[in-house]
């Protein structure tokens, strides 16, 4: 007949070894002794470097390279252009006063006075690009813009008026 085991108070075996992982089961003897590592072995002392040997040694330097080629020649410079002195500034061409009065006056009197801020921009216009061409001041494109919105302006001007003349003298139809 088989006796019944007998365990302990935590349900172990005692007759078996302890367990590794605390539930009673033994897997396997003992764990395994860690590696043995060799034991460390200092490096060797610090040697100064011996000396270069002299030329009746046999040993030498190594050649040097070849020198580089030479650098291409030179290409002659354009003539210089005349510049200001480092510090100082060329100031931009000034802007003629009529173009600027030719441009705002198309973008703003139409509103207020429609056909009489149209011929003011033309006017202001024409005269701004004839003082443009003779001083070279600044301000072509703004007198440019002035003119074709001033023309646009009277073109819109003279179609209300014709309408509004059409529509004035039509007579009424009462068929």
């Known amino acids: 007949m088989n006796e019944p085991h007998s365990t302990d108070a935590y349900g172990q075996d005692p007759s078996l070894p302890p367990s590794r992982f605390g539930a009673g089961f033994t897997v396997g003897d003992e764990p395994p002794s860690p590696p043995a590592y060799p034991a460390y072995t200092y490096p060797p002392a610090y040697t100064p470097p011996q000396s270069a040997p002299g030329p009746d040694s046999g040993w030498s330097y190594p050649e040097p390279p070849p020198p580089a080629p030479p ?8 003539v210089p252009v005349a510049v200001a002195p480092y510090g100082y500034y060329q ?24 056909v009489l801020g ?6 202001f216009g024409h005269v701004g690009l004839s003082q443009i061409q003779k001083t070279g001041a600044g301000g072509k494109g703004m007198a440019i813009a002035g003119l074709v919105l001033g023309y646009l302006g009277l073109a819109v001007a003279v179609v209300l008026i014709s309408v509004i003349v059409a529509a004035a003298t039509r007579t009424p139809s009462y068929y």
């Open 118 to 123: 149209s011929i003011i921009a033309v006017v």
């Open 71 to 78: 650098p291409p020649p030179v290409m002659p410079y354009a």
């Open 91 to 114: 100031p931009a061409p000034s802007t003629n006063g009529m173009a600027v009065a030719s441009l705002v006056t198309s973008l703003t009197l139409p509103f207020m006075v429609p």
